[in-house]
């Protein structure tokens, strides 16, 4: 599976530290956020890059 675009996803949870781990080691375009102000601001900064 590839994306063409970033992925900001918000993770939250008993294993939220594993999750993000994970996705930093699957080399998919994927940003974790740790809330929904997080996620925005990050989505932001994805755009202008």
Do not use: F, H, M
């Amino acid at each position: 599976v590839g994306l063409k675009v970033p992925l900001v996803v918000r993770l939250e949870g008993t294993n939220v530290e594993l999750g993000k781990k994970i996705l930093s080691e699957s080399g998919l375009n994927v940003i974790a956020a740790n809330d929904l102000d997080d996620a925005a601001q990050k989505v932001v900064n994805a755009v202008r890059e």
